[in-house]
């Protein structure tokens, strides 16, 4: 723990993404936060759509479409009034890390 950071970062003309980075990568005159990531089982309420980039074009990050009663792990939260989960799941039997509205879990 300690070793990486997660950082948005611009790749286009409007688009974002985020990621990690070795910590060792990230400025000495930038503060990077801690991330607490917790694992909070939850299921989606509903559909929803799951995307790599919930700040500036969550369309734009699109991963894939989550139908209601999908399992994911809530690691943290992101956003104004906590808008966005980072959650993880397994799909086509594969990890993957991304971002949901929080008004669709439960």
């Not at 990568?25 to 936060?33: E, F, I, K, L, Q």
């Not at 991963?63 to 992101?78: D, E």
């Amino acid at each position: 723990t300690g070793e990486w950071a997660l950082i948005g970062y611009g790749y286009g003309d409007n688009l974002y993404r985020i990621g990690y980075v070795s910590r060792s990568a990230v400025p000495s005159d930038v503060r990077a936060g801690i991330l607490n990531l917790s694992s909070v089982p939850m299921t989606m309420k509903e559909d929803g759509n799951l995307t790599d980039d919930p700040i500036m074009s969550p369309k734009d990050g699109f991963i894939a479409a989550l139908p209601g009663g999908t399992s994911v792990t809530a690691l943290a939260y992101t956003g104004k009034n906590d808008r966005w989960t980072y959650v993880e799941l397994s799909l086509n039997g594969q990890p993957v890390r991304g971002f949901v509205a929080t008004s669709k879990l439960q």
